[in-house]
């Protein structure tokens, strides 16, 4: 049998090529224009699970986008793993802050830059090369079904439903996930907390058209002006946030785990620089690592109002609006925290503008069970490849379906994740470090092989 370092090295430009034909294809699930490709994403999918190895494969529709799911059973009795990604990717604006075609992959120094290299086409196809290694050197030790889906980045919406739908084929005793990241190069890390998602469009709108900034200014309300203040009111001079109700459900991390959490290699001052920022700010009272793990945040992720083109005009703008995210923590309902935030916007707003809140999607927060053999399992697979034990970390993102399949599915998730803060995934120029790709298709396969025993 050929070692899978050998058979990386041997493969190497195939697998990016094969990577980069996915990479090349827009699937940007939030855009309608977007639809053509999304399809064109799952049928590359289901043709790489075939070629890898999978008894079958096919692209089955949802409600939204389609799911590709493909299996390979070796035995009914074996364990199963059910791997799960997401071909969709975040919209790419602002283009212009790309360096190289956000679309057209290109390896600059040791990282593949490109939308979705990370997240999560890069580290989805990791799965795919560690599964076609071991059906061809004949070593699979366990049945592999694969969920692979277009609406991750839009919050999941037609997903639930279609596992409900399909829940005796989705059988297994483990989802492996790679869609979160890990310390550092050298320090691995499996992601043991997920931080859930509340997601809300404000719109506040004053008089029934734009109006002149010089004869109206001071007489009639002006909803940007409005929509500031009552946005930064949410949060008070100590990072605590002040809707009515929303820590009700918290659970208080005890002093120990908070202990235990200290322990991750941490360098504020790193991080400012990386950031380029002179201090960080959140909660009074938690450290940067726990403001992002075991706190709840509230933060705004987009603005418009008014004119923003070249030059002055003075107008008075008639609306404005607002996304705004919230980061949960388990035991907080998303659901009941987005109408916490909209009850509390509109009783604030005064009776000059009509704020209108619509929640738009979320999901529940997510922990893990680090005594499970799929947990351990992966331990052993990182000692192997990394030469020591990873350090269990809560992230502060969210997968939201991770909890969906927990409450729908019965299974918990493992969440092997390979990449890094410096990856910019959402942002301009994400990137995957190319030897975290191939160290990741290592680590998976040494996984199947403790968990397979």
Known sequence: MKDIKNYIQDNKNRFLEELFGLLRIPSISSEAQHKPDMEKAAAYWKEQLIKAGA???????TEGNPVVY??????PAAKTVLVYGHYDVMPVDPVELWKTSPFEPQIIGDRLYCRGAND?????????KAFEYMV??????????????????????????WCADNKEMLKADVILVSDTSMIAPDVPSVTVGLRGLSYVQVRVTGPNKDLHSGIFGGAVANPANVLAQLIAG???ENGHITVPGFYDDVVEISSEERAAMAKAPFDEDAYRKALDIEQTQGEKGFSTIERTGIRPSLDVNGMWSGYTGE???????????????????????????GKLVADCLQQRA???????????????????????EAYRAAEQAYIDVYGKLPIPTRSGGSIPIIATFERVL????????????????HSPNESYLLENFYRGIETITSFYQHFGK
């Open 55 to 61: 008894d079958k494969a096919e692209v089955m529709p």
């Open 70 to 75: 493909g299996q390979k059973i070796i035995d």
């Open 120 to 128: 999560d086409k890069g580290q989805s196809f990791m799965h795919a």
């Open 136 to 161: 061809r050197e004949n070593c699979l030790p366990c049945n592999v079904k694969f969920m692979l889906e277009g609406e991750e980045e839009i919050g999941s919406p037609s997903l639930e439903k």
């Open 234 to 236: 949410l949060i008070d």
């Open 311 to 337: 030059g002055a005009k003075t107008v008075l703008p008639s609306v404005a609006c607002a996304k705004i995210s919230m980061r949960l923590v388990p035991n907080q309902d998303w659901e009941k925290i």
């Open 350 to 372: 005064p009776k000059s503008v009509k704020v209108e809140v619509e929640i738009l999607h979320g999901g529940q927060a997510y922990g893990a069970d680090l005594q499970s």
């Open 410 to 425: 019965g299974i918990k998730s493992l969440l092997m994740g390979f990449g890094l803060e410096a990856d910019a995934i």
